[in-house]
T-cell receptor, first 111, second 112 residues
Framework: GAGVSQSPSNKVTEKGKDVELRCDPI?????LYWYRQSLGQGLEFLIY????????KSGLPSDRFSAERTGGSVSTLTIQRTQQEDSAVYLC?????????FGPGTRLTVT | QKEVEQNSGPLSVPEGAIASLNCTYS??????FFWYRQYSGKSPELIMS??SNGDKEDGRFTAQLNKASQYVSLLIRDSQPSDSATYLC????????????WGLGTSLGVNP
């Protein structure tokens, strides 16, 4: 079956621009996570959606970051007024409760 | 105290040896435990899950869980150079939201 997909795979943007990153989870998975990973670093938790519960936004680094999940499926992570320190790989993962499955990630470069 | 702790390594083992990776967690009520492998430049990949005390074997991999000691380990038998990667431990939070909590990973190098 289809795994988690993310788009775009790469995004280069100028400092100050807004970007949207998309995640299509595995069908039927109720949980969805967004993580950020800088080169050589661990996973940085950003936000967690679980079914119809209010999302856990405790990992969002600033109010420039927001995410939504429409219809319990597709999710979009939006970064406003991007900064160079936002450059990283953004990973989406989904779960049905027995481990999470990651997408290939979006590599974001802010110039 | 970090919620999930791993030695960062690097851990270096010769080809054919057993690699032992360790993870401790702070939430005594945690129920589900996972090991992921991440190759450089790739996404993490689920390799083992374990839910009850004892050992669980899958090919060359064995996960060991000791809830009393809040300890979970991963053994890789007959290590191969292709096992060289970062290994991440993840634990399901026992709270209502069941959020997955991650260790920072242990870098493993297998030398031919």
């Amino acid at each position: 079956g289809a795994g988690v997909s993310q788009s775009p795979s790469n995004k280069v943007t100028e400092k100050g621009k807004d970007v949207e990153l998309r995640c299509d989870p595995i069908s039927g998975h109720t949980a969805l996570y967004w993580y950020r990973q800088s080169l050589g670093q661990g996973l940085e938790f950003l936000i967690y959606f679980q079914g119809n519960s209010a999302p856990d936004k405790s990992g969002l680094p600033s109010d420039r970051f927001s995410a939504e999940r429409t219809g319990g499926s597709v999710s979009t992570l939006t970064i406003q007024r991007t900064q160079q320190e936002d450059s990283a790989v953004y990973l989406c993962a989904s779960s049905a409760g027995t481990g999470v499955y990651f997408g290939p990630g979006t590599r974001l470069t802010v110039t | 105290q970090k919620e999930v702790e791993q030695n960062s390594g690097p851990l270096s083992v010769p080809e054919g040896a057993i690699a032992s990776l360790n993870c401790t967690y702070s939430d005594r009520g945690s129920q589900s435990f996972f090991w992921y492998r991440q190759y450089s430049g790739k996404s993490p990949e689920l390799i083992m899950s374990i839910y009850s005390n004892g050992d669980k074997e899958d090919g060359r991999f064995t996960a060991q869980l000791n809830k009393a000691s809040q300890y979970v380990s991963l053994l890789i038998r007959d290590s191969q150079p292709s096992d060289s990667a970062t290994y991440l431990c993840a634990v399901h939070n026992a709270g209502n939201n069941r959020k997955l909590i991650w260790g920072l990973g242990t870098s493993l190098g297998v030398n031919p």
